[in-house]
């Protein structure tokens, strides 16, 4: 809302200059988005609070400014000279839906001479940006920007019937707004009717048909109070806001509408020479109750953190035009009609807080006894950000939005949530796998020419009736760029493998790998799962084409839930006291025959002194038939009660070497 | 032999020995040196030991002192010079392994936090100190939790799907994360304090300062005697705790459904200390958050006594409190989640 230095004047006496009343205007909650200087008024443009439709005019803040300085607050003058001939005489007005129209006022001006506005009425109008149409139009909406009141002029000569009723709209209603446009209404709509039809959309636009032109000689001013969600739903259906509808959204003041109308009449007396009718024609329904709410002293320190003296709260009252009754523990406060915001004690703290100042407060802290605590599994997932930022992950944080395509490729068996307004049509759905978006994240950066990345999120992922963090662990390109300390070597399978084992083991849940109901986005040949906790390989080559990723591509996706909700406790085994011994073995395999295969079978042998066995060693071509190859095992033996001798072990690795031979064919290499 | 003759040999040969230890610069050449004076069997002096029966006997006792006198000497002349190139040999060893130590050091990659994460989690944890629990809740949310519970009228402007995401009839994207705490006050009873960190969504196109998703914390206290002094005292707290302490806080009287009063909350400005500078727009101040005293409708909704409980509840961005903590002036960098700008962290 803008507001003229200048005019405010006229209502209120200013003891400072606009600067410092700025100031003023922030501290009781008027926020001052600019203040401008405008010729010799400077104009304040402010940000009024969705519940304060009352300081949507010059009126309503200069009654802030006199609460503020304690300056009296003068209310607009005006000489209105009625003509003997009545109102009710050349027009009439009813109001069919009551609930959506409170209040209607009209007058009727005859003989008007409509032209142009005097320049200093003009310039005002101007300056708050508003445009100066005619006369008759400029009336109505200075006496808006002043009283709060928005109001509408028809051509009178133009109503059928010499009447106006406040109705709902008909069934496929049209009417043609003053911006020319053809509006089609429904009945959930109110409109300002003649006899025949539709000539207004309520407190929102009126009817190109009974507009205000240059040949109009009679004018029926209308100041009437509407309905303010119906107007907000009406206007948004119709995707038409205007300064009125604004107004009557936020809820305008009741009483103001009388007042409100003689003023505009007045004015357009004034303006255009027209004779004003005798008597406003007020259709008031029902009249509003003003409201009353009680104040208990001790709850000023209660509520408020500090007390205030009884006449401070009185003053403050009296200067927003509250009227105070003292009762036995404080006073009953009578709300002015235009303070729609004020019903409860706690309104009334609310005004006491601004106005004697929130500065005045002191800074407290809550007494209380108890403790904090972190979400659930907050140490768990602290730990792990830890260890991935430790071993070279970055984290990443990605939209929750998506293309419903890509999720439905990664995700067949989810049904994704789709929005009903999306902002794009690739952003559709709400993830369902975090895959997609990571590879975007791929994307984005390969295309920055960072082409070494390791990167992790731990995030959301949504379907109908549930969200669930996953953590997903992507990299690409070289693990270890070369330096002048060591040469280039690339992430591989086994680098997402082993983060993969380190979380698991970290987190002490014990599953064994395996390769079931893998999901077709992995490289078939490399990829992997441990049950439902973790799943994890290269990326399927098609994949990372579609997502024009030109590197190999790794991916683990876990479920974080399950890793943290492990119920195994973590006991400490003690320290072996016996020396251990290490043998090593070089096997000679058919192709074919995986590393796990082995361990199954040197397992087998059932060596309780066999407490590690490691693949150390694995060559592909040698001097070896070609369908073998070679693979080297470190075994260690230790016992928790002796010391093993060479023959124990010698005849372990005799066991497990007889084992291997009639399981797996496998030979010692020579 | 006369010992005349005895102890002029010693003599020379003390001087040719002189001489030769000049020349003698390592282990080598010093054992050498050695072996040709003192050897067992050899040496130099001696033999002139083992000859001492050819002298008489009346001057073996001299020349065998003069003898061992000259032994000793020797000894200990290539002892100290053994001494010296012992610790010259093992310098230069050392100095052979010198390296260039203005090389770069061999550093493995370490992954980086992502900035939200980290203003995040300090945030949870200045309250987390200050007694607070940390509550969450789901992100796709009725209507009821998001708006009806927390006094936004029916037609309110941001029900409206231009400003909210709508999953379902009566299902939407969280537009702030105060949900969780009436979900929280249908749990429990008074005392409440808790912080609601979390995802939200608005209908805002991508630019600099807007995102359609971003991070928000808000924070609820309902208790037996809370007053606005306390919201005063926690948010100056916390606001010291997060910038630093010469930070200063003020409050605004503003408007929000589910607070009265409400306020907007604003901090001196971090960048110049509230002297006025371009972020700031020269006001000193900058605005971080809305607050404000618990609407007396919400507890109606949660079945709270209103006249024995009141409180306090505020939140703010915390895409907006990392901004202003790193000086990031584009809220799109947290979600490109390019490395050059995550390296940073």
New interface residues.
Partial sequence: MRISFNWLKEFVDIPEGAQELANRF????L?VDALETAGQDSVFDLDI????PDCLSHLGIAREVGAIYGSLLRTPKFALREAERRAQEVFSISIADPDLCARYCGRYIESVKIGPSPDGLKARLEALGVRSINNVADATNYVMLELGQPLHAFDADTLAGQQIIVRRADFEEKVTTLDGTERQLDPSMLVIADAKQAVAIAGIMGGAGTEITPSTKNVVLESANFDA?SI??TS?ALGLSTEASYRFERGAEIEMARFACDRAAALIQELTGGRVYRDVIDVYPGEVKPRVATLRQSRI??????PVDDAVVECIFERLGFTTRKTDDGWSVQAPSHRVDIS?E??L??EI??HYG??K????????S??????PF?TEE?LL?NR??????????????SDEAAERKFRPDVEP???????AEN?SV?RTSLVPSTLR?FQ??LN?G?RD????ELG?V?RNGG?NRLLILAATGA??TK????PERDFNFYDLKGEVEDILQTFDVRLTMDRKNLPPHYHPGRTARFGDVAVFGELHPEIADMFKLRQRIYVAELDVKMIFRSETRHLVEPIPRFPSIRRDLSLLLDKGILYEDVRAAVRKAGITDLIQIDPVDRLERGPFPETKYSLAISLIYQSNDRTLTDEEVDRFDRQILGLLEQQLGVQLRK | MSSNDGTGRLRAIEQKFNSELASVHDARSLEDIRTRYLSRKSGLLTTQLQNLGELPKDQRAEFGRVANQLKSKIEAALDTLQTTIFEREKQSALERETLDVTLPGNRRRIGHRHPLTIVWKEIEDIFISMGYTVEDGPEIESTYYNFDALNFPVGHPARDPRDTFYVGENMILRTHTSPVQVRTMEKVQPPVRIICPGRVFRRDAFDPTHSPMFHQVECLVVDEGITFSDLKGTLERFHKQFFGEKTKTRLRPSFFPFVEPGAEVDISCVFCDGSGCRVCKGTGWIEVMGAGMVHPNLYGFVNYDAEKYTGFAFGGGIDRYAMLKYNINDLQLFFQNEMRFLQQF
């Fill in positions: 922030t501290n009781v909650g926020a609070a969705t519940n304060r969600l907000r739903k948004r320190r209660k509520f408020l953190g500090a409860r706690e309104d703290l609310e807080a601004r929130f500065d407060f002191p800074a407290t802290l809550p007494a209380w108890g403790y904090g605590s972190a979400l907050e602290r950000r991935l930022a430790a071993n070279g992950y970055s984290e990443v944080l990605a939209m929750a939005f949530v789709k929005l009903v307004n999306p902002m952003e709400l994240t984005w950066n920055h960072i990345l390791q990167l992790y959301k949504y969200e693990l270890r330096s002048v300390h060591e």
